[in-house]
């Protein structure tokens, strides 16, 4: 389960990473500019807050992995949170988020994919480290 935890830690590191790209791939700033200053402000916030937290679950996940582990009932918490905000996202990605103007082609039908499996993948570890 450590080593687990340590994969799905490197994944959400890298997923933060990578979602430095976003704005530029999905034209952020073409449709936040026909926003008013607050409504664009209130989205940057809660972007900045999404990509935060998404790093801080995976440094905890990737470098002290046995936090998750030692059967606490924060322990268990804790990753039952993470289980469940990764599961809403691949809810999310499936129900609600309209993909018709999404970037087409072989290489965006592929990172969605993995995206989508990672985000199976990071549900499934937290769920059963919550669990056991």
């Known amino acids: 389960m450590k080593v687990l935890l340590i994969l799905a830690g490197a994944g959400q590191l890298g997923l ?3 979602s430095l790209a976003l704005p530029q791939i999905l034209r952020w700033g073409d449709d936040l500019a026909k926003l008013r200053p607050l ?3 209130v989205f940057w916030t809660y972007a900045a807050y999404i990509w ?3 790093i801080c679950f995976g440094v905890v996940s990737a470098f002290a992995p046995h936090w998750l582990l030692d059967r606490s009932p924060l322990a268990r918490v804790v990753a039952g949170y993470i289980a469940l905000y ?3 996202r691949v809810l999310v990605q499936f129900f609600y988020f ?5 970037p087409s082609g072989a290489f965006y039908k592929m990172a ?4 989508v ?3 199976v993948f990071l549900t499934a570890v937290y769920g059963y480290a919550a669990a056991s």
């Open 16 to 18: 933060a990473l990578c």
């Open 39 to 41: 409504t664009r402000q």
């Open 52 to 54: 935060a937290t998404n």
């Open 86 to 88: 990764w599961g809403a």
């Open 98 to 102: 309209d993909r018709s103007e999404a």
């Open 112 to 115: 969605e994919m993995a995206l």
């Open 117 to 119: 499996g990672l985000f």
